[in-house]
């Protein structure tokens, strides 16, 4: 069931019966014409946390947004919480908490007095309780302190706070966030995370659209990466990184020559930035000692050689044949 070039990795994944998101040729063709999502064959495992990357352009809010029953696919289903979507949306949204494209807020409306409205449109909550879960959810996105400044005056970073807070109101087993950190500055990238973490910790699953590498390294345990409406490849972080080979790194006062010489010995894709030239990491026949030596005898200063850990952006390349266009 997997789609033609796509790669899974790891078969013994659990799939059915645990997969909280499973799509099956999920479609959407948007009436200009634009193929935005092809034949999606996702499947996020139960208390993952999932990192849904891919380029600007991909296709990842349209794809969470048919998740989440906002729009429908051309062909294709999905399931989101064991159900059909949009088809179930009454039974399954009420457990999802979902943070997509940006909160809609009442700027006029104190970040407090916004979450307030949030829970009262919930006819399953609780008046009675509605204060503390409202205080609770601000700690939790750390607003506490600007809760009563009205929502037109929040930063970016504390508007998404804001609408992370209104996804936290209630209990949820699956929080869907598209680019969560996006617009915010590394010390609000960095509470997110935590913050993802410590939900994650909860068994809540969580999956999470961004087009950053590093980003989803750091905080998912699986991931999906798009390309062009396409999934490239899905599976446990650590064995997509594996799958690709390492890098060749060489520090050196003299990289022009390295590269040359390294060029001559049959190494391939190499880079030079700076006093770093890095390149394919050769066949395991190869032994690195030997280029090492190439490059002292060429006359060659090396300062450091070796191979890095493969990266998630490594394998991305090595998939894709393409670069990973952070700005997009
Ligand atoms: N409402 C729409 N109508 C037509 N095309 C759209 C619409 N929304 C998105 N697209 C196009 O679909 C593709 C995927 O977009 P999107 O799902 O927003 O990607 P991402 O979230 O990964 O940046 C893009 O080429 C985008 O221009
Ligand atoms: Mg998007």
Redesign the pocket.
């Known amino acids: 069931m997997t789609e033609p070039g796509a790669v899974t990795v790891s078969e013994a994944e659990p799939r059915t019966g645990t997969a909280v998101i499973e799509t099956r040729g999920l479609t959407k063709r948007?009436?200009?014409g634009?193929l935005?999502?092809d034949g999606l064959d996702l499947s996020v495992p139960d208390g993952s946390v999932f990192g849904f990357l891919?380029?600007?352009?991909?296709?990842?809010?349209?794809?969470i947004r048919m998740l989440m029953g906002l729009i429908d696919p051309t062909s294709g289903t999905a399931r989101v919480l064991g159900h059909p979507m949009p088809g179930a949306g009454r039974t399954v949204l009420p457990q999802v908490g979902a943070l997509i494209e940006g909160p809609a807020l009442y700027g006029f409306l104190t970040g407090r007095d916004n979450l307030v409205r949030y829970d009262s449109a919930d006819p399953t909550a609780d008046p009675r309780t509605r204060r503390d879960r409202v205080e609770a959810a601000l700690d939790r996105v750390g607003l506490g302190a600007a809760a009563g400044k009205k929502a037109k005056a929040y930063s970016l970073g504390m508007k998404q706070r804001l609408g992370l807070a209104a996804a936290l109101l209630q209990p949820r087993r699956l929080l869907v966030l598209?680019?969560p950190t996006n617009g915010l500055d590394p010390q609000g990238m960095r509470e997110i995370r935590n913050l993802v973490r410590e939900l994650a910790a909860d068994g809540t699953t969580v999956f999470l659209?961004s087009?950053l590498l590093d980003e989803i390294e750091q905080v998912c345990t699986h991931a999906a990466v798009?390309a062009r409406?396409r999934l490239v490849i899905q599976g446990p972080v650590a064995d997509l990184a594996a799958g690709a080979r390492g890098r060749l790194a060489v520090t050196t006062p003299d990289p022009g020559d390295a590269a040359r010489i390294l060029k001559e010995l049959g190494v391939t894709g190499i880079t030079a930035d700076g006093d770093r030239v890095s390149a394919e990491a050769p066949p395991g026949d190869v032994e690195l000692a030997d280029l090492n030596g190439a490059l002292v005898r060429g006359g060659v200063r090396v300062r450091s050689f070796g191979v890095e850990r493969a990266s998630l952006e490594d394998a991305f390349v090595a998939l894709t044949g393409e670069g990973f266009d952070v700005a997009?």
């Open positions: 948007y009436r200009g634009q935005a999502v891919g380029p600007n352009g991909s296709g990842k809010t349209t794809t598209d680019e659209s087009h798009m409406g997009g």
